[in-house]
Nanobody
Framework: QVQLEESGGGLAQPGGSLRLSCRAP???????????MGWYRQAPGKQRELVAT???????DYGDSVKGRFTISRDNSRKAVSLQMNSLKPEDTGVYYC????????????????WGQGTQVTVSW
């Protein structure tokens, strides 16, 4: 189990921005670089869904609902991943989870790996 430290999140108005960060401070850098890192989210009453993932060499994947609005980035030297969320919508509301994993899940699935505790994002007037 990889310990993940999440930060960011909170309340934003529609059209606003938020930034999430996640670090894996106890991982050795060489091991960190073998992991895919990403963010998934879960809204009340819904299944956990892909937000964005990024490989060690910065190949990215985004959920359809966030493409063009969210940007995931990775700093391998800091063992960290960030998610810049722009043009937020009320439907972006949910708990956002940082994850590290070695293999991508099937489409619509969630990866087998380690998860952070989650951080709440609320988009509302």
């Amino acid at each position: 189990q990889v310990q993940l430290e999440e930060s960011g999140g909170g309340l934003a108005q529609p059209g606003g921005s938020l930034r999430l960060s996640c670090r894996a401070p106890r991982l050795i850098t060489s091991v960190f670089n073998t992991y895919i890192m990403g963010w998934y989210r879960q809204a009340p009453g819904k299944q956990r869904e892909l937000v964005a993932t990024i490989t060690y060499n910065r190949i990215t994947d985004y959920g359809d609902s966030v493409k063009g609005r969210f940007t995931i980035s990775r700093d391998n030297s800091r063992k960290a991943v960030s998610l810049q969320m722009n043009s937020l919508k009320p439907e972006d509301t949910g708990v956002y989870y940082c994850t590290v994993h070695r293999e991508s899940p099937p489409p619509g699935g969630v990866p087998q790996g380690s998860w952070g505790q989650g951080t709440q994002v609320t988009v509302s007037w």
